[in-house]
């Protein structure tokens, strides 16, 4: 449980992050195509998470976490791209991309854990 509680609070975070980071590339960069799909993947992480709290049964939590870790991977593409077109220094870039990497790898290890158990 503590481990579900340090993902929800780090995906709610990183959620802040990409909608700032959305916000930065529209204002700053002029850039609406690519930030969108950013905005979109990085806030469904959270938002899958959240769901989890409420699943219904071992399969449906199994479910959202899978979610959740399909949009990390999606989201990290993004960043990715984002900093390959130079809409994103290395230096912004890194940052975020560090965290969209930890979450990953927690949701990697907490849907590893819910699989072994079934």
């Known amino acids: 449980m503590e481990r579900q509680n ?20 529209c204002t700053e960069k002029s850039e609406y195509v690519l ?38 991977s999606e989201t990290e593409y993004w960043l990715e791209l984002l900093e390959k077109t130079n809409y994103l220094t290395k230096a912004q870039a890194e940052s975020i991309l560090n965290d969209c990497i930890e979450i990953l790898k927690i949701l990697i290890a907490i849907t590893k854990t819910a699989q072994n158990k079934n």
């Open 35 to 72: 930030s969108k799909q950013l905005l979109r993947s990085g806030t469904s992480i959270g938002a899958n998470v959240r769901e989890v709290a409420r699943a219904q049964s071992k399969a449906d939590f199994n479910a959202k976490m899978h979610i959740a870790m399909k949009e990390a």
């Open 6 to 25: 340090a993902i929800a609070d780090k995906s709610i975070a990183f959620a802040i992050r990409i909608v700032n980071l959305y916000k930065y590339l």
